[in-house]
């Protein structure tokens, strides 16, 4: 009886938790350290998640949770692929907690022109958090890398990271175009109420991103683009040295050195779809930005980085 009494104060007492977090959504969160989520604390984050109903609060912290399991394969993912692997379950997961509540937020049927202007206020906000989660998911990739060139880490236990990374890219990948879809949406209900031109709606689009803090914080995260290409390179560069130290040894057999020339083609291959990303999302958010002239010099360094 005692046990069960305990377990109920703590599950209020993260109900309540939940619903003092929800108000505070910012753009300033930490991103997660790579450590092991315990069972209490993972406890604690579903059942505190599940206490969130505000949409736009629960889709932000279904993100923030998935950033934690990452972090979490990351701890574990040279010496136990077990843990890494569950840990990206878990990641899975919430990033498809958040698809789904996506999916129930929709562009109102009324005429109500304030209210069409406020779904496209919440989904510039979404668009916000969401880009800030993938620059926090390419930050604890790039982490990691470097994390494994001090420890030395074998190329097998870095690419089964690389590959969880792969993964997660590829899960965050179908959530942005889903939330793409929702701002078009938005957009073109707007455009039917207000009988606004395109012209006229840009510039209520270029308000709204600006009052919102979404223009400043990918102007922030454009900053961060090249910084972080550097230091993929940097850990690339030393991946690319070791290979090629090991392919000159006097003593491997042919089979070894066959295995090592494949691995240096994966290295470059990686480093190619690294450079192609990081452009991409240069000139995506140049195209966004309207800077033109900030963006080609940053697009054209990272470009020369990675050919290098």
């Known amino acids: 009886m005692k046990w069960s009494c305990w377990f109920l104060m703590v599950f209020l007492l993260v109900g ?14 930490e991103i997660p350290e790579a450590r092991e989520v315990g069972f209490f604390e993972d406890v604690f984050d579903r059942v505190g998640f599940a206490f969130i109903f505000n949409r736009e609060r629960k889709i932000e912290r279904a993100l923030e ?6 972090a979490e394969a990351e701890a574990f993912a ?18 498809a907690k958040a698809e789904e509540v996506l999916e129930k937020i929709e562009a109102q049927k009324s005429n109500d022109w304030n209210r069409s202007i406020r779904d496209m206020e919440m989904i510039a906000r979404i668009q916000n958090k969401f880009e800030r989660h993938r620059e926090h998911t390419d930050e604890i990739y790039v982490r990691a890398l470097e994390r494994f060139r001090e420890n030395n880490a074998s190329e097998e236990k870095i690419e089964r ?8 890219l590829n899960r965050s990948d179908r959530m942005e175009a889903r939330i793409l879809q929702k701002r078009e949406a938005a957009i073109e209900r707007h455009k039917v109420i207000a009988g606004k031109s395109d012209e006229e709606l840009e510039e209520i689009l270029e308000e709204i ?10 102007e922030k995260r454009l900053e961060r683009v090249e910084v972080r290409a550097e230091r993929f390179i940097a850990v690339h560069e030393v991946r690319l040295e070791n290979a090629q130290v090991r392919l000159n040894g006097s003593n491997l057999s042919d089979e070894q050195k066959a295995r090592i020339q494949s691995h240096l083609g994966k290295l470059d291959q990686r480093l190619d779809a690294f450079r192609v990303k990081s452009v991409e999302r240069i000139e995506v958010a140049q195209e966004r930005l309207g800077e033109a002239v900030v963006s080609e010099e940053v697009t054209s360094s990272v470009a020369v980085m990675a050919w290098e």
Not at 65 to 70: D, G, N, P
Not at 78 to 95: C, G, I, L, T
Not at 209 to 218: A, D, F, V, Y
């Open 16 to 29: 309540t938790l939940g619903f003092v977090v929800a108000d505070e959504g910012s753009e300033e969160v």
């Open 65 to 70: 949770l998935a950033e934690k399991r990452l």
């Open 78 to 95: 040279e010496e136990d692929p077990e843990k890494a692997e569950r840990a990206q379950e878990r990641y899975d997961a919430f990033v």
């Open 161 to 168: 990271f690389e590959n969880f990374y792969e993964r997660a």
């Open 209 to 218: 991103e600006s009052e919102e803090g979404l223009i400043e914080s990918r």
